[in-house]
């Protein structure tokens, strides 16, 4: 755990239970945290307790817990998990998550992985593959909300009740050239 960051503190509650024996509260304890918490968590255990703990995290939230954690933690993990439960942690990842977590998996794991994604998702994660990984198009998230510049603020809004769901964490609308340019 970085020692820039406060102990987290389910950490204790977490050992009680652990030292009781009491598996069930654990599981109960450590899925009613965000991802990032259960990383935390994670990365401050000994490999031990570790191990035992990442066996009782929810399927669903692997890949983002995966994703939250240093690189050595990481890296320990995904080496103890099998291909199928690799392919399934990456299944519900963002792609911008996705494409980061895709450097660290085996190559037959990543062919896994892609053979899983429609066309679509394919091309979007082919985009942000192409930029270098700390560059600003390495880190950006491809479900964003782009217009032309020629169409009005009714239109968008129109479109958006109309389609009922808006990509998550979307907080901007982008304008863009008929070529995807951004232009503001």
Do not use: C
Not at 76 to 90: G, N
Not at 109 to 133: I, M, P
Not at 139 to 164: A, C, G, K, Q
């Amino acid at each position: 755990m970085d020692p820039q960051r406060a102990r987290p503190p389910q950490l204790d509650a977490l050992h009680e239970a652990l030292d009781s024996g009491a598996i069930e509260q654990v599981r109960v304890l450590v899925n009613a945290l965000h991802p990032g918490e259960i990383a935390d968590l994670l990365e401050a255990l000994r490999p031990t307790l570790r191990e035992v703990v990442w066996g009782l995290v929810d399927t669903e939230d692997e890949g983002d817990v995966l994703v939250a954690l240093n690189e050595e933690v990481r890296a320990t993990l995904i080496q103890e998990m099998d291909s199928e439960e690799l392919v399934a942690a990456a299944a519900g990842l963002e792609l911008d998550d996705l494409a980061d977590f895709l450097t660290e998996l085996p190559d037959t794991v990543n062919q896994e992985v892609l053979k899983s994604l429609d066309q679509n998702d394919l091309d979007r994660l082919e985009a942000v593959l192409s930029y270098s990984e700390d560059s600003a198009g390495g880190l950006m998230n491809p479900d964003s909300l782009t217009v032309r510049s020629d169409v009005t603020i009714e239109v968008v809004f129109r479109y958006l009740r109309m389609r009922r769901e808006i990509p998550a964490g979307s907080d901007a609308i982008f304008v863009v050239s008929r070529q995807g340019e951004y232009q503001g």
